[in-house]
């Protein structure tokens, strides 16, 4: 089964919809997170992640990305997810030994094996744990929705003190929406959020070069690009109710009607992507490149 959309973390400018953070990141772990299984692995080869690979993974929900560099070998991998503390704490659970009397959901630990988890970048890199990296990821896909990058070209230049001259950086964006068929779901967002006239999840069309103007901004030199085929695929509507929910995309789109009816307008969105067997199965591609630091 692959697993998960991709999560936008936008000022509002009303109240937030009354949701359990808790369940949503339990949700976004158990169903939506390996929707990129493909997209890692494609990455991971290409770059040979493995012994000796200094990782870290900017925006890395709760760590399945990380788990999997983990597994071929990475030998320091660094978090950072500064917008989830509910989805760090699942990442904690995966990837760090508990601790007894340790209740942080946030901030940087390590548990003397390489390993660290954090939500926010290392203040300098003389600060006690700090390591020089070899790759970076930022694996949430962009270029779907207006405003999506915002900020991240900012975030991958303050990387760069901590990484080596040259170290590969991945970013990720959504294909054309022909190729991505979760974007005829997302328009279900964006209509009902629209009472609210905040754009918070207005959908615009994906541009060629979208990743190469981030990387420009951040002083990054592209180096190669590849598509992915990235299947999202759930066991039944109810699972991808759950899993479409978690991303908080439709967050905007609650709060401007209500969880009925957006339970009932993405229910009519999914029918088309239904199987006999009552799974469903929605075809995406996403783009992802490598650029280099200075």
């Known amino acids: 089964m692959t697993p998960t959309l991709v999560r936008q973390h936008l000022p ?6 009354r949701v359990d953070p808790g369940a949503r990141a339990r949700d976004w772990s158990e169903i939506q997170e390996r929707m990129l299984v493909p997209l890692y692995e494609a990455v991971y080869e290409r770059l040979d992640v493995g012994p000796g690979t200094r990782l870290l993974a900017l925006g890395c929900g709760s760590g399945l990305a990380l788990l999997m560099a983990a597994a071929r070998g990475a030998a320091a991998l660094t978090g950072v997810e500064p917008s989830s503390p509910e989805r760090l704490a699942l990442a904690r659970e995966r990837l760090l030994p508990k601790e007894p009397g340790d209740r942080s959901a946030g901030g940087p630990r390590g548990d003397g094996g390489g390993t660290r988890l954090t939500d926010r970048l290392p203040k300098d890199v003389t600060e006690k ?9 930022a694996f949430e896909p962009i ?3 207006a405003g999506d990058a915002d900020g991240l070209g900012g975030l991958l230049a303050a990387t760069t003190p901590f990484v080596t001259r040259g170290a590969p950086v991945v970013l990720v964006g959504w294909g054309p929406p022909e190729r ?4 005829a779901v997302l328009r279900v967002a964006a209509k009902l959020a629209d009472p609210l006239r905040r754009g918070t999840v207005r959908l615009r069309p ?3 070069d979208d990743l190469e103007e981030v990387a420009g901004r951040a002083g990054l030199r592209p180096d190669g690009s590849g598509r992915v085929a990235c299947p999202f695929g759930y066991a039944d509507v109810e699972s991808a ?6 991303t908080g995309l439709f967050d ?3 709060a401007a009607t209500d969880q009925a009816q957006v339970d009932k307008e993405l229910t009519e969105a999914l029918h088309p992507y239904r199987r006999p067997d009552g799974t469903v199965w929605m075809p995406n591609v996403f783009r992802y490149l490598i650029a280099r630091t200075p």
């Open 252 to 254: 905007a789109a609650v």
């Open 12 to 17: 509002l400018a009303g109240p937030t919809p």
């Open 241 to 246: 109710l759950k899993g479409l929910l978690s």
């Open 206 to 208: 994906v541009l060629r």
């Open 129 to 137: 744990g700090t390591r020089a990296y070899d790759l970076v990821t």
């Open 143 to 145: 270029g779907c929705r």
């Open 180 to 183: 991505c068929a979760t974007s």
